[in-house]
C-alpha cells in the first residue's frame, strides 16, 4: 500500500493541523511570524527520508480558448506554496523561503510550443519580491542564465516549467530544466540524459533551489521527433504539482503522464525514451526521492480526471 493514500485527501485546514505535529521534528534556523522555518529544508523531517509534493488544480486556469487567468493561477500558487511549508499565510510561506538579502534566479523555460506561463512568472517575482527581496535582484531567464547577472550571483534559485514528452530525456521535468546551466547541453543528452541530476551538483545549482513548479496546465503526453508537438496530444489538466524535491515533483507528474497515456491509447504506452533520468537523480546523485510509496502527494482543489 503507498504511504501517501491516507494525506492525499487532506483538505488545506486539515494539512495543517496535521503539520502542527510534525513541526517539532523539523529542523529550524530563523523565525518569521513567530513561526520556526528552514529555508533550506524539504519541509519534511529528513530522517523519514520522504518528500512532500502538493497538487493543486482548478477547472478556471484555463479558459476555453486555452489562455490562463492570472488570478486563479496566483491564488493556486499561494495555496500550494501555504500548504508545502505549513505556514497559515502566502506572505509568511514565501519568507521561509527567501530572505531580503538573496539574490533569486527564477528558471523558466522558452520552448515556444509550451513555455512556461509568463502569468506564472510574473506570479512567483511579485512573491519573492513581497517576501523583500529587491527588485534588481531578482530575475527570469531560460536560455541566457550563464550570462545572467542575477543568476551568476544568485543564492537562491526557484524552478519553473511545463510538464512534456521530450524526445532525448522522455519527459522535459523540473530535472531536465536545468541543462542550461551547463555551456554544452548535448554532452547530457546521451542514455536518455541519465546524468541531468550531475548539473543539480554543480557550485552554481547545489543547495540553492527552494522550489521546483512543474506546469501541468496543458501538459503534453506524446511527440515525435526532436521537437514533435501536437495539439492532439496536450489536454487541460488545470494543475500545478509543487515540492522543494524536483525528483519528487517530477516522479508525480511522470505517473500523470504515464495515466494519460493509458487512458489516450487504450493500454500500455511506455514513455520512449524511457525518462529513468528522474530515479538516477535519487539513487546515482542523491538529488530526492523517486519511490512513490515515500512521496507524501496532497492534493488540492479540483478532483475530476486527476489520473493519480
Not at 65 to 82: C, E, H, N, Y
Not at 203 to 230: A, C, D, I, W, Y
Not at 275 to 304: F, K, M, N
Request: net charge positive; with cysteine.
Amino acid at each position: 500500500m503507498s504511504h501517501h493514500g491516507d494525506l492525499q485527501g487532506l483538505t488545506r485546514r486539515g494539512w495543517l493541523r496535521a503539520m502542527s505535529t510534525l513541526a517539532v521534528g523539523i529542523g529550524a534556523s530563523r523565525c518569521v511570524d513567530g513561526q520556526s522555518v528552514d529555508p533550506g529544508a524539504r519541509y519534511y523531517p529528513r530522517q523519514m527520508g520522504r518528500s512532500r509534493v502538493v497538487l493543486i488544480r482548478d477547472r478556471a486556469a484555463v479558459g476555453s480558448s486555452g489562455g490562463v487567468d492570472p488570478a486563479v493561477l496566483r491564488r493556486m500558487l499561494q495555496d500550494a506554496v501555504v500548504t508545502l511549508t505549513g505556514t497559515t499565510t502566502p506572505e509568511t510561506a514565501w519568507k521561509t523561503l527567501v530572505r531580503p538579502s538573496d539574490r533569486v534566479g527564477i528558471k523558466s523555460n522558452a520552448w515556444a510550443r509550451l513555455p512556461t506561463p509568463v502569468e506564472l512568472e510574473t506570479a512567483v517575482r511579485d512573491a519573492v519580491i513581497g517576501a523583500g527581496v529587491d527588485t534588481s535582484h531578482v530575475d527570469v531567464d531560460d536560455r541566457g542564465v550563464l550570462q545572467n547577472p542575477v543568476f551568476e550571483r544568485a543564492t537562491v534559485l526557484i524552478n519553473i516549467r511545463p510538464m512534456r514528452t521530450h524526445h532525448w530525456s522522455g519527459l522535459g521535468t523540473c530535472l531536465k530544466n536545468y541543462i542550461m546551466f551547463v555551456p554544452r547541453p548535448s554532452e547530457y543528452h546521451g542514455d536518455a540524459c541519465a546524468s541531468l541530476g550531475a548539473i543539480w551538483h554543480l557550485p552554481r545549482v547545489e543547495g540553492k533551489t527552494r522550489l521546483n513548479v512543474l506546469v501541468m496546465l496543458t501538459p503534453q503526453f506524446h511527440g515525435v521527433g526532436p521537437h514533435g508537438f501536437s495539439q492532439d496530444f496536450v489536454w487541460t489538466y488545470g494543475g500545478l504539482l509543487v515540492g522543494s524535491d524536483p525528483v519528487a515533483v517530477d516522479t508525480t507528474g511522470a505517473r500523470i503522464i504515464e495515466a494519460k497515456r493509458r487512458d489516450f491509447f487504450g493500454g500500455h504506452r511506455p514513455i520512449s525514451p524511457r525518462p529513468h533520468h528522474i530515479q538516477v537523480a535519487d539513487t546515482r546523485y542523491g538529488i530526492g526521492v523517486s519511490d512513490p510509496a515515500r512521496i507524501d502527494l496532497i492534493r488540492l482543489g479540483w478532483e475530476q480526471g486527476a489520473l493519480i
